[in-house]
């Protein structure tokens, strides 16, 4: 297994180019499986969760050829509705074939995902609302295995503004004979990204952006070209870098209005921010703390919160941060600690002592955003710090050696 040495402690200086969002590309790619006609998908970041989705693709029967900066994606020919458990265990996001095969190929049969390491993560909802939508769905031996004769429209409303459910329903309805409303929907800017891609695809959504999203049933798709939006968490953990280093940088290729509560916790804590439509620059020294509790959008993102305490663990006064979303999502705390962290768990929330100079040691990543914490600690802690199972990492930053290095860190790969 991998592993990085970073040498600190560093400032970082410069321009980076945010990659576009896993997590807008992964259910994007899944909604490749709706269409029988040619997809061209424009800057994919190499990421290992981008792999596995195009691999659990290619498996279905999807052709997949990479020119330049495009990837072409031709769906006309599938020959399997099955997700297997060999790949969905390595990715939960698999979860997301399950609508666009129902709405395609009328059956599906996906291995369930299993929880994760921040949490048992269910699909209840998913699995509840496709049966209102009309499908018979059964769980045998670890696997989802659903059909459907024809999906009809139908009024929806989530228990809870679940990211994923509210994808893979948006893309089961797209053929139905009718209109589907899914209320309560997720706000996350990726689910706007997926639905402006499926109506670039021909379908007709509307109340995008909204909690409430309609979905009119077309007949079939044409031809597309797409780019998704800049990775909104990738660009938090660079603001977060840059700040925990004491550093000035500009980082570009992101909407700010996708980070908007991000950026005001950072101000707040006495950060410089200034914007332009798609780059963000960020200075800031004798930070302070904050109290922040994690929301669905637009409140603050569970997906930064580890990122945040690592900040906070730098910057002087006491912080409170609860996870709201997430059952298991502090597993980054014991590695801070370990680092010399001032770090206590109550329940779901985390009382940070701040303002503490942090000593090299070894550790280990434990999930994706946990690892993005241990480097923002390590570019700020005196001597070389050895981070341990970097594949966490590779899962969700793309190139990060390379753009750490061009800002001025000292971060380098041992292979393991
Ligand atoms: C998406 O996961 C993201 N993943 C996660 O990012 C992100 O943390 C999460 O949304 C919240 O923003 C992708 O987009 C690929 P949810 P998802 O359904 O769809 C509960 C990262 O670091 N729930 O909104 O799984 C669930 O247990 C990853 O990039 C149910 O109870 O999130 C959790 O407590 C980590 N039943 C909460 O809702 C369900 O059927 C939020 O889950 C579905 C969800």
Avoid: W
Avoid at 107 to 123: E, Y
Avoid at 192 to 221: E, R
């Amino acid at each position: 297994m991998d592993k990085l040495i970073v040498t600190g402690p560093c400032t970082l200086d410069g321009r980076v180019r945010i990659s576009r969002a896993k997590n807008a590309y992964l259910p994007i790619l899944a909604a490749v499986l709706l269409s029988d006609k040619p997809i061209h998908l424009k800057n994919i970041p190499e990421l290992q969760d981008i792999k596995t989705m195009i691999k659990l693709l290619s498996n279905l029967g999807v052709k997949v050829e990479k020119k330049g900066e495009f990837t072409t994606f031709d769906a006309s020919q599938l020959n399997s509705h099955e997700a297997t458990y060999d790949l969905v265990k390595t990715m939960r996001a698999s979860i997301f074939v399950l609508g666009p095969l129902l709405a395609r190929m009328k059956k599906a049969k996906v291995s369930l995902p299993g929880g994760c390491a921040i949490g048992t993560r269910p699909i209840d909802l998913h699995l509840t609302n496709l049966e209102k939508l009309g499908c018979v769905i059964n769980l045998k031996s670890g696997y989802v295995e659903a059909q459907v004769e024809k999906m009809k429209g139908v009024h929806l409303t989530l228990a809870f503004p679940s990211v994923g459910a509210t994808e893979n329903l948006m893309m089961a309805s797209v053929f139905t004979d009718g209109v589907t409303v899914i209320e309560n929907a997720a706000l996350e800017p990726e689910i706007d990204d997926l639905a402006h891609f499926l109506n670039a695809m021909g379908a007709k959504i509307s109340g995008i952006g909204t909690k409430a999203i309609t979905i009119t049933g077309v007949m079939s798709f044409h031809e597309v070209s797409y780019e998704a939006i800049g990775d909104r968490i990738e660009a938090s953990t660079y603001l977060m870098a840059a700040l925990a280093t004491g550093s000035k940088i500009t980082i570009e290729g992101v909407n700010p209005r996708h980070l908007d509560f991000v950026i005001e916790t950072l101000v707040q804590m006495g950060a410089e921010i200034e914007t332009t439509e798609d780059s963000i620059a960020v200075s800031g020294k004798n930070l302070k703390g904050c109290n922040i509790d994690t929301a669905p959008f637009p409140g603050f993102p569970t997906d930064a919160q580890a990122q945040l305490i690592a900040l906070c663990t730098l910057v002087k006064g006491t912080s409170v941060i609860t996870e709201n979303i997430f059952e298991n999502r502090f597993m980054h705390v014991p590695e801070l600690i370990r680092l010399g962290a001032n770090i206590t768990l109550k329940g779901k929330s985390a009382i940070i002592e701040g303002g503490t100079d942090l000593t090299a040691a070894p550790v280990m990543c434990t999930d994706l955003r946990a690892s993005a914490a241990l480097i923002i600690a390590a570019l700020a802690t005196k001597g070389e710090t050895e981070i341990q199972r970097v594949y966490h990492l590779d899962r969700g930053y793309e190139k990060l050696e390379e753009k750490l290095t061009k800002l001025g860190a000292k971060i380098k790969r041992v292979k393991g």
